[in-house]
């Protein structure tokens, strides 16, 4: 199988087996997993913070760092295809009685202005705008990228209103290496920021949320709070350490192979893509007048698997368990039944 579904179905490599099999551990619920430790710290050096958090998932990243900076009832501003929004089971409501105000960006990216006009008026009716949330890289827009200006042109109107910044970076090292930037030149304008272990950097568990000391202690308690407190999580954290280690530096590869499947199946006349668009690990193939459920379905028969992500288009992301070899082979695939 060419799994090009996601980069969440990448598998350990041996050397992060042999690491994960090495780790020295403790009970990090009292804080003494020195591997856990270690991570964190390294973390914090990476994203520029004083401390970070591992937590087990993205998703509870993003709720944790909504529950910290926000009060119920109040209301988070972001753009209409983020994944907080769509694909977090309305935890934010449920976990944080905060609402969620979904605006469409331009092309799928949050704008200063869009921001600028969601926020509610001092009203009595009105629900307060307490915090505004950014996806970078934006998943549902392609894996584009907002470089380190226009986060900050984010940051800077939110705090014109008086509201806190979330980043959810869960593809924050792609973005890093798409515009050759430190990733805590991005995360430098937020409140809270996170980024994943387990998508492209192919570790198998866990996020880290970045922060100042006071936040990330309330982080603390808020992970605990939502039943993500583990316990000898070194063994976990071992294979965080190596993917920073040794997978990190690899990231760029992954979006050379994306270009190259982009190209590919926009040079088939039954697909297009928007090459523009194609800037990290993440391509969004237009199927025309094919529904993508049958497109997707007729590729998994050949052992190409991709994932429909509207009525007519796929999402195919490459990641460091697919080589270039399966990329062509991917469009072999393609090119045999559409070309
Ligand atoms: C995958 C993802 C998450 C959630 O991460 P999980 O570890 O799957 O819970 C959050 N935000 C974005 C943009 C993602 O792509």
């Given at each position: 199988m060419i799994d090009l579904r996601s980069d969440t179905v990448t598998t350990p490599s041996d050397g992060m087996r042999q690491a994960i099999a090495e780790a020295e551990v403790g009970d990090d619920v009292y804080g003494e997993d020195p591997t856990v430790n270690e991570l964190q710290e390294r973390a914090a050096a990476l994203l520029g913070t004083e401390a970070a958090l591992f937590t087990p998932s993205g998703t509870m990243a993003n709720q944790?760092?909504?529950?910290?900076?926000?009060?119920?009832?109040?209301?988070?501003?972001?753009?209409?295809?983020?994944?907080?929004?769509?694909?977090?089971?309305?935890?934010?409501?449920?976990?944080?009685?905060?609402?969620?105000?979904?605006?469409?960006g331009t092309e799928g990216r949050l704008t200063p202005d869009a921001v600028d006009a969601a926020v509610r008026p001092t009203a009595d009716v009105m629900p307060r705008t307490g915090a505004v949330?950014?996806?970078?890289?934006?998943?549902r827009a392609g894996g584009v990228v907002y470089s380190v200006e226009e986060m900050q042109a984010l940051a800077d109107v939110a705090r014109s209103h008086d509201l806190k910044v979330h980043l959810d970076g869960a593809r924050l090292w792609n973005a890093a290496a798409a515009l050759n930037v430190p990733e805590h030149?991005?995360?430098?304008?937020?409140?809270?920021?996170?980024?994943?272990?387990?998508?492209?950097?192919?570790?198998?568990?866990?996020s880290l949320v970045a922060g100042p000391d006071p936040l990330i202690t309330e982080a603390r308690r808020a992970r605990k709070r939502f039943g993500g407190g583990m316990r000898q999580a070194g063994v976990l954290a071992a294979a965080g350490l190596y993917a920073l280690e040794h997978h990190r530096p690899h990231l760029s590869d992954d979006h050379d192979k994306a270009r190259r499947l982009a190209e590919g199946f926009d040079a088939l006349p039954s697909f297009s893509v928007d090459l523009d668009r194609v800037q990290t690990n993440i391509v969004m193939v237009e199927?025309?007048?094919?529904?993508?459920?049958?497109?997707?379905?007729?590729?998994?028969?050949?052992?190409?698997?991709?994932?429909?992500?509207?009525?007519?288009?796929?999402?195919?992301?490459?990641?460091?368990?697919?080589?270039?070899?399966?990329?062509?082979?991917?469009?072999?695939?393609?090119?045999?039944?559409?070309?």
């Open positions: 944790i760092c909504l529950h910290v900076l926000t009060d119920p009832g109040d209301e988070v501003i972001l753009e209409q295809g983020a994944h907080v929004f769509n694909y977090e089971t309305g935890a934010a409501g449920v976990l944080s009685g905060i609402q969620l105000h979904p605006v469409a949330s950014v996806e970078n890289t934006a998943n030149a991005l995360t430098a304008p937020f409140d809270l920021s996170w980024a994943a272990l387990s998508k492209g950097l192919g570790a198998p568990v866990g199927t025309h007048d094919r529904p993508a459920e049958e497109v997707a379905e007729t590729l998994a028969d050949e052992k190409v698997l991709v994932t429909p992500f509207g009525p007519h288009t796929l999402r195919a992301v490459t990641h460091r368990d697919v080589s270039g070899d399966d990329i062509d082979a991917a469009l072999a695939a393609a090119r045999s039944i559409y070309g």
